[in-house]
Every structure is written in C-alpha cells, then in structure tokens.
C-alpha cells in the first residue's frame, strides 16, 4: 500500500520499528498523521479516478443502449405504417450503402465500380432481382447513366433509370406515393454525401434501385396472399430478432475492446478517446449489419414463406 501510493516505505519501517514493537501501543505524532494523510489522499485520488474512469466508459455504452432500445421499443410498439417506413429505411439505407461504396459522386461514372455495384445489388435482392438485372451488364448501366445526365427533365413520381427495367407497381396508393416522395426528399437533402459534380446522377441512381428494391418486395408479399397481420407479425419478428442478435455481439465487442484499450496507453493514447472512437465504428458498423440482414431475411422469407417459417418461429 506504502509504494503504490508513493508513500516512503523505507523511512515509514524505521520509524515504526525505533518507536515501539507492540502492536497494540498505538502510534502518535505529527510526522506520522502528517505521512499518513499524504497516503489517504492519494488512495481517495486513485480510486476515484478508477470509478470516474469507469463512469466515462460507460456513458459511451449507455448512448448507445438507449439509441438500441427506444428503436426496439418504436418497432414493437409503433402502428403497421411506421414498421412498413422502419423497412423501407433500412432498404434505401442499404442501397445508398452499396451506391456510396461504388459510386464517387466526385468522379465521372465511368471510373465508377459498376460491375460491383450491380453485383452487390443483386446479392441482396437474390432471386428477386435475378431475373430482371442479371442480364445487365456494367456497359448498359453506364450508357442508361450517361442518357440521364443528357436529358432536361425527371419525372420523380415515375422515374426510372433509360433502357433499364422499371420498378414494379408496387407504389399504389396516396400513403405508398407519399413515402416514395419523402425518400427521395430525404436523398436530395442528405448532408453527409459528398457534393461532387455528380452528386444529382448519385442520388437518383440511389432513387432508382431503392424503389427497384422496395416495390419488389412490396410486390412479393401481396403476391404471398397472406393477410396484413401475418404480415406485420412476420416484419416486426425480424427487425427484433436481427437487432437483438447484433446487439448482444455488440455487447460482447464492447468488452473486450474496454479490456484491451487500456494498452493504448503505452504508446500515450488516451483510452477514453481511443474507446470512444472505436465503439463509435463499431457501433456504426453493427448497425449497417442489422440492416442489410433485416432486408436479406425479409426477402428470403417472402421469396419462399414456407421454407423460411422455421427459421423465425423455431
């Protein structure tokens, strides 16, 4: 205790040892209450920067708990309408995911990834964009592209991409309009995009496939012939169970990040800074996980309902 406190354990010994050998005479004088102060202080130093170290770690975890479970809460509690606008998110989220990781609003299309973004895309959608986008190829993306950025005009409420397959109906009525119109509101007003020369081509290749993806999967469940209910059961069991299932890995993450940054320390990081950016990423990260499974398990579902009852009621 002497030397993890700085305390002079040398002298302390001798001293003790010249005044008496008996435990039970106590010790007095002014050098001693003096020394053993100095060490109560830095113990009460020491361990509250522990428990102020600990409080600060956690408030990183506790923003990012109640983030995670007041969207649990809104998915579980919220009315049909505001789970079908939790899905519809998470399909433009992904897409404008897969358009950013291939597409720099700061470069002409041509030095675009379109083969893998049209890979990717597909990827997601599975047997539900295979028939009508496997046959298309990076060059046909590309000149549909070029035609868009050639014309004066878009017609927003029925946009497609030139010589590329249209969305299906899956848009009708006011409130299925109404939201198509708010995506792409939300797409033209997002700040954290890069304002490129192309940023206009960008978003509307992100307007394009979100409701390429979103009217086929709204197409694919009426086609289920399942009624809302079921539907809606089915909706909400997966955003919670895919939530809930990243949420734990994220957890476990969290720890061992918390156990092992300490080391940082060594090569004069701070910790607190270090576990702040790291859980920030890693939670980012977990988040865009939830999403691109949450919409890959809705459309293997929908795509064949019976092969996949197991799966989410087992």
């Known amino acids: 205790m002497f030397q993890k406190f700085n305390f002079d354990t040398e002298w302390a010994v ?16 002014d050098a001693i209450v003096k020394q053993l102060l100095a060490l109560q202080i830095n113990a009460e130093k020491y361990f509250f920067n522990i428990r102020k170290s600990l409080v600060e770690f956690d408030e990183v975890l506790e923003v990012q708990r109640k983030h995670v479970y007041d969207l649990r809460q809104l998915i579980l509690t919220g009315d049909d309408e505001s789970c079908s606008q939790h899905i519809f998110q998470y399909m433009q989220a992904v897409v404008d995911e897969i358009v950013f990781g291939n597409a720099d609003p700061l470069k002409h299309p041509r030095y ?52 590329l397959p249209k969305p299906p109906d899956g848009f009708r009525g006011i409130r299925r309009k109404n939201s ?48 809302d209910a079921y539907i809606k059961e089915i909706e909400r069991a997966v955003l919670v169970k895919t939530l809930d299932c990243f949420w734990r890995d994220h957890l476990v993450n969290m720890n061992r990040l918390s156990s092992a940054v300490n080391v940082r320390s060594f090569g004069h990081r701070n910790p607190l800074e270090e576990y702040k950016i790291d859980g920030c990423r890693f939670f980012i990260s977990m988040l865009s996980a939830t999403r691109r499974l949450t919409v890959e398990s809705l459309l293997q579902y929908w795509s064949s309902p019976m092969e996949s009852q197991e799966l989410f009621f087992s």
Request: aromatic share 8%; with cysteine; glycine share 6%.
């Open 14 to 29: 001798k001293l003790i040892s010249k005044i008496t050998n008996d435990e039970d005479i106590p010790i007095e004088g």
């Open 180 to 227: 198509s119109l708010k995506r792409w509101l939300a797409i033209c007003s997002d700040d954290s995009t890069k304002n490129g020369r192309y940023r206009p081509t960008t978003n509307l290749l992100r307007k394009y496939l979100g409701d390429i993806l979103i009217a086929s999967y709204l197409n694919i469940v009426q086609e289920s012939g399942y009624d």
């Open 112 to 163: 675009w990834s379109l083969s893998k973004l049209l890979k990717e895309f597909i990827n997601i959608g599975g047997k539900l964009l295979d028939d009508s986008f496997a046959m298309i190829s990076e060059e046909d993306l590309f000149q549909s592209l070029k035609q868009l950025r050639e014309s004066n005009s878009v017609d927003v409420d029925n946009f497609h991409l030139p010589n």
